[in-house]
């Protein structure tokens, strides 16, 4: 089969139901009919000369060859969209996209990517935010080329996605001058009614500062929940409660939110993660991110 015998239409329907896990959810995702697509999908399965997938439950999974087809598959649709950033672009700089978590600090996140905007990579960043579900499925389909979340991605086969821990710091606890002067002195024995700004109950820091109050027996007013972590930090810096911060970020949380520091909470940490998908090609800037992020933040 010569390179002018593919359809590379099929191949974007085999590609998006590869990604998804069944050809409902394909057609959702490209707006197209189930049957248009299982039509196209049965055509390439043709020229190929082999299935592609096998029924498994509800969900397809991906045979031998199908394997195989999806690794060429990312690396052509992977390649297109450079082609495309390369000749419409007018500046001369490579595209980095990531997608950012609700709940990763803003000055966490700034840490972490401005080493893309020196030299030697000098790229072109593009950040999006987002819900978690949401960015990895734009990072499965390669319009992200990397994730930054306070949680890994889920194990799926279907995503072939990988999470590196770039980052674990220690927690303190951060209020304005008035808040810092009443519950301060004496930490944590003060906190008892205290107003508290925390994270939404689905963020992993939640459960390691609900724990931390029940240990050390604190039942602080809880005025707020945000799965916005800028959110919940200027809220805070409007003086309706404490909130819980990064250890060393204590210098950019005094200048950006004028919070001071409380105390630690000993045991609670915050963890951060770089998301990216399994690429035979990749991203010239994730190694240099995920080098520097080890020395930035441990």
Known sequence: MSPDELNFRHLLYFWAVAKEGSITRAAERLNLSAQAISTQLGMLERQLGQALFAPQGRSLALTEAGRTALDYADQIFLLGDRLRHAVTDRSSRQRLAVGLGDALPKLVAFRLLHPALDAPLSMRLE??????????????????????ADRPAPTDAHLKLQSHLIGKAGVDLYGDVELHRRHAPDFPHRLDGAPLLLPARSHPLRADVDAWLQQHELRPEIVGEFSDSALLKT???????????????RDEIAVQFGALPLGTLEGVHERWHAIVTRRKIPHPAVGAILAAAAKKLG
Not at 129 to 147: C, K
């Open 127 to 148: 950040c999006t935010e987002g819900g978690f579900e949401h960015l990895l499925a734009e990072l499965a389909m390669n319009r992200l080329d990397m994730v930054l």
């Open 235 to 249: 809220f805070g810096r409007g003086g309706y409660g404490l909130f819980p911060a990064p250890t060393e970020l």
